[in-house]
């Protein structure tokens, strides 16, 4: 199992460099409901209708994973150790989830390369 950034799906879904890594393992991969939602809103950002393409997207990768109350907390302990390279909620949300599953993390963000975590980062690009 791996663990999806909201910027490696979108990355994928637009054909940007990286692409070629994620679409082979999508049915490998889990999503956040937080990355979910971010991926959701670029297409509503651009006029789509949420309840079209959520289906879509929600099929395309193995899992969806509910944010619970524990990644919550990771989330938020997660803030100053990101800080300085300017992490999102999404970001961190993400990393929540892979340190929770012990699963290796596909992101396109680069600045994630500088983490020092438990956690095995795979930079698409």
């Not at 799906?9 to 939602?37: I, K, M, Q, W």
């Not at 959701?40 to 879509?56: C, K, L």
């Amino acid at each position: 199992m791996l663990v999806l950034d909201a910027s490696a799906y979108l990355a994928c879904l637009f054909r940007e460099t990286g692409h070629d890594l994620v679409a082979p393992r999508l049915r490998e991969c889990c999503l956040s409901t937080v990355n979910l939602a971010e991926v959701i809103g670029r297409f509503t950002r651009d006029g789509h209708d949420a309840s079209v393409v959520a289906p879509r997207l929600i099929a395309a990768v193995r899992e969806i994973v509910p944010f619970s109350e524990g990644q919550a907390i990771l989330t938020a302990t997660l803030l100053p150790v990101t800080r300085s390279l300017g992490l999102s909620l999404g970001d961190r949300a993400c990393l929540a989830l892979a340190l929770v599953r012990r699963c290796p993390v596909l992101t396109a963000d680069r600045s994630w390369a500088k983490l020092k975590l438990a956690v095995e980062i795979h930079i698409i690009r």
